[in-house]
């Protein structure tokens, strides 16, 4: 492995570490959306029936009983349950964005290394191609066996970085598409909010 890096020269060194950049972004988000999830039916389940018996106590023990981005969504409309219509709406629209920005952070690193990491692999081989034609110029002596070999060598740079920048693309992808999984969610959670809200006709108390 050693020898790969050194005839890849320091691009390679950099591509190492946009590598390790992404694989820990990938890993911290894997083990944030695991933290910021839960079942969405049961916690509607559960709080609809404690609301609808009025038990109060309940209600806030569920709310706070994870801190999953629904649960937070919950706790945050339990706690201003007393307010209208148009507030309640207003709230659950802003808390969505919140929730939501905590599930995108950090994910636009592994965009830009998806992006980056193949243009500095092509970069690499260009330079190690302008360096072996140098070579061969100022040495005067010309053999297939330079030639390939230098070739072969200026090539690691653009395997590395198209090896980096696939499965960071692919992760960016499932994470995303997981964001856009979660915001659904969230959505419909403050829908169920808003209907719960009215229905038990708490519009205007406070």
């Given at each position: 492995?050693?020898?790969?890096?050194?005839?890849?020269?320091?691009?390679?060194?950099?591509?190492?570490?946009?590598?390790?950049?992404?694989?820990?972004?990938?890993?911290?988000?894997?083990?944030?959306?695991?933290?910021?999830?839960?079942?969405?039916?049961k916690?509607?389940?559960?709080?609809?029936?404690?609301?609808?018996?009025?038990?109060?106590?309940?209600?806030?023990?569920?709310?706070?009983?994870?801190?999953?981005?629904?649960?937070?969504?919950?706790?945050?409309?339990?706690?201003?349950?007393?307010?209208g219509?148009?507030?309640?709406?207003?709230?659950?629209?802003?808390?969505?964005?919140?929730?939501?920005?905590?599930?995108?952070?950090?994910?636009?690193?592994?965009?830009?290394?998806?992006?980056?990491?193949?243009?500095?692999?092509?970069?690499?081989?260009?330079?190690?191609?302008?360096?072996?034609?140098?070579?061969?110029?100022?040495?005067?002596?010309?053999?297939?066996?330079?030639?390939?070999?230098?070739?072969?060598?200026?090539?690691?740079?653009?395997?590395?970085?198209?090896?980096?920048?696939?499965?960071?693309?692919?992760?960016?992808?499932?994470?995303?598409?997981?964001?856009?999984?979660?915001?659904?969610?969230?959505n419909?959670?403050?829908?169920?909010?808003?209907?719960?809200?009215?229905?038990?006709?708490?519009?205007?108390?406070?």
């Amino acid at each position: 492995m050693m020898n790969y890096m050194q005839a890849g020269g320091a691009i390679m060194w950099v591509i190492a570490a946009l590598s390790v950049m992404a694989l820990a972004v990938t890993v911290e988000r894997l083990l944030f959306f695991r933290r910021a999830s839960t079942d969405p039916e049961k916690l509607e389940r559960s709080f609809g029936k404690a609301v609808a018996e009025g038990d109060i106590e309940a209600a806030r023990t569920i709310v706070k009983s994870s801190g999953s981005s629904l649960h937070r969504l919950f706790f945050a409309a339990f706690a201003h349950w007393g307010i209208g219509r148009e507030e309640m709406k207003l709230l659950m629209e802003q808390q969505v964005r919140r929730e939501i920005f905590r599930w995108e952070k950090h994910l636009f690193i592994l965009e830009i290394v998806g992006k980056i990491a193949p243009l500095l692999g092509l970069l690499g081989t260009v330079l190690g191609m302008v360096e072996m034609f140098s070579s061969l110029h100022a040495g005067g002596q010309i053999s297939a066996t330079a030639v390939t070999g230098g070739i072969w060598k200026a090539l690691f740079t653009t395997v590395a970085g198209l090896t980096v920048a696939i499965p960071t693309i692919f992760a960016h992808g499932w994470l995303s598409s997981r964001i856009d999984d979660e915001e659904e969610t969230l959505n419909r959670g403050a829908d169920y909010l808003i209907r719960e809200h009215f229905a038990s006709g708490d519009e205007g108390r406070k």
